[in-house]
């Protein structure tokens, strides 16, 4: 299984996020028929997992936040909302930071 960057083949959902958010950065990404949106701000970290033909499984789930955060789905820092064909992930900036810091 593996992320492939499709970015530049959604320019249009790219920059209306980009211009509709408080995002500085937004890169999409592929799992085979699942999309993934990962967007960063100045206070969080975004990821959105959307399948429009079945659920999203766990183990995708897991993947995009090894791949994408370098975190499990066990992490405390985490905000997970599942919804049908749709699992959104945030993290707070300042937790990470803040990690990367005291290393």
């Known amino acids: 299984m593996k992320l492939i960057d499709v970015t530049n083949s959604y320019a249009v959902l790219v920059s209306k996020q980009l211009e509709n958010t408080d995002a500085n950065l937004v890169k999409v990404y592929s799992l085979g028929k699942t999309l993934v949106v ?7 970290i975004e990821v959105v997992i959307v399948n429009k033909m079945r659920e ?9 936040l090894n ?3 370098e975190r499990g789905i ?3 820092d985490l905000d997970i909302i599942r919804t049908k064909g749709v699992v959104e992930i945030s ?5 990470k930071k803040k990690q990367a810091n005291e290393k």
């Open 74 to 76: 066990d992490s405390d």
């Open 38 to 44: 990962h967007s960063i701000a100045d206070s969080h």
């Open 91 to 95: 993290m707070p900036v300042a937790k």
């Open 56 to 64: 999203v499984k766990d183990f995708e789930v897991e993947h995009v």
């Open 67 to 69: 791949e994408i955060l």
